[in-house]
């Protein structure tokens, strides 16, 4: 199972969207049907899915799923773990998709500087929600909040 989650992510990083997507299903699927309701895996799977398809622009689709993930993670997991944090910020920018930014802005704030307690400033996590920072200021028209945050980004 985990060869076929590693196959879609590297695939989704890609951009081959149409081969991932229902290797991300099938992982749920089957992640579903033989684990208990909060196993992080399932999590893993959630938040997965939930990349990809914000990426396609179906953010409506995403939302649930990215919402059940992250309620995984913030039951089994210490509140400032990375994986929540990750989870919020990719809610964040699911929010920014549909144009809810003030509900995205603290998801995605609040993501970015725990990751970047956590994992650092230059780790890929950390730089990934910095750049949806960015672009949910960018399309907010908050644009000197998004050209401090692109600051971070070229460090």
């Not at 144009?99 to 802005?105: G, K, L, Q, T």
């Not at 200021?137 to 050209?147: D, F, P």
């Amino acid at each position: 199972m985990r060869t076929m989650v590693n196959l879609a992510n590297l695939l989704r990083d890609k951009g081959d969207y149409k081969t991932a997507e229902p290797l991300f299903r099938k992982a749920l699927v089957l992640r579903r049907k033989t684990l208990p309701a909060g196993h992080l895996d399932l999590g893993y799977s959630l938040v997965n899915l939930g990349i990809l398809l914000i990426d396609t622009d179906r953010p409506g689709e995403a939302e649930p799923l990215l919402r059940e993930g992250r309620r995984i993670f913030q039951k089994a997991l210490p509140q400032d773990h990375f994986l929540i944090a990750n989870a919020a910020s990719v809610l964040g920018a699911c929010m920014a998709a549909m144009h809810r930014y003030e509900d995205a802005e603290p998801l995605l704030t609040n993501g970015y500087a725990l990751l970047k307690n956590k994992r650092g400033e230059k780790d890929k996590l950390t730089l990934r929600a910095c750049h949806r920072i960015v672009d949910l200021y960018r399309e907010w028209g908050k644009l000197e909040k998004a050209a401090a945050y692109q600051a971070l980004l070229k460090d």
